[in-house]
């Protein structure tokens, strides 16, 4: 398997444009997690699902954050619009069983920079 | 809701000396302890775990140990190499919302 894959590695906005970011989880994992890492707040939990349903999105920072998993194998987080302070690094994560704990698989993160 | 405390923020040690890293967690619900290295630029990769039915887990030159009472792990690494540089985040699995929870990283600088 070629593990988390997500896209775009990179992207560069200018405050106020949409970014949509994608995520796909490795096959037969039902868990998928969001997580944002800047140097200031470490790795934040944005939101995860199960079985493509949305369990908590209590982390999403505000209404402008939206995320997405309409099959098993893709994943989208939307901010719309972009700001400035939503440069960061998002990683998506998945994981075989959410009911049992083991080891996150992480994408290897997009680099998001809002002008 | 579960919260991780890490401590230290940043750690320089001399190549072959021994660090230790530590953790807090708040929620006793909380079972499972994994630990995830991550490289500058690169993506976090699990390095080593402990569930709470154990209290200590080595593999080669890592180790972890858990002292549930005091709700706290901790990461040893000896004998370190330059190679062991990196950010290094301790984790809680909360058994009730299945969160994944990290704390804030620390920043290992091996001194050669």
């Known amino acids: 398997d070629a593990g988390v894959i997500q896209s775009p590695r990179h992207e560069v906005t200018e405050m106020g444009q949409e970014v949509t970011l994608r995520c796909k989880p490795i096959?037969?994992?039902?868990?998928l997690f969001w997580y944002r890492q800047t140097m200031m707040r470490g790795l934040e939990l944005l939101i995860y699902?199960?079985?493509?349903?949305?369990?908590?999105d209590s982390g999403m920072p505000e209404d402008r954050f939206s995320a997405k998993m309409p099959n098993a194998s893709f994943s989208t987080l939307k901010i719309q619009p972009s700001e400035p302070r939503d440069s960061a690094v998002y990683f998506c994560?998945?994981?075989?069983?959410?009911?049992?704990?083991?080891?996150?698989?992480f994408g290897e993160g997009s680099r998001l920079t809002v002008l | 809701g579960e919260n991780v405390e890490q401590h230290p923020s940043t750690l320089s040690v001399q190549e072959g000396d021994s660090a230790v890293i530590k953790c807090t967690y708040s929620?006793?619900?909380?079972?499972?302890f994994p630990w995830y290295k991550q490289e500058l630029g690169k993506r976090p990769q699990l390095i080593i775990d402990?569930?709470?039915?154990?209290g200590e887990k080595k593999d080669q030159r890592i180790a972890v140990t858990l002292n549930k009472t005091a709700k706290h792990f901790s990461l040893h690494i000896t004998e370190t190499q330059p190679e062991d540089s990196a950010v290094y985040f301790c984790?809680?699995?909360?058994?009730?919302?299945?969160?994944?929870?990290f704390g804030t990283g620390t920043r290992l600088k091996v001194l050669a």
């Open positions: 994560a998945s994981n075989p069983d959410i009911g049992i704990p083991g080891e996150l698989f």
């Open positions: 096959s037969g994992h039902n868990s």
């Open positions: 699902f199960n079985n493509n349903v949305p369990i908590d």
């Open positions: 929620d006793s619900a909380s079972n499972y």
């Open positions: 402990i569930r709470s039915n154990v």
């Open positions: 984790a809680a699995w909360d058994s009730g919302t299945y969160k994944y929870i």
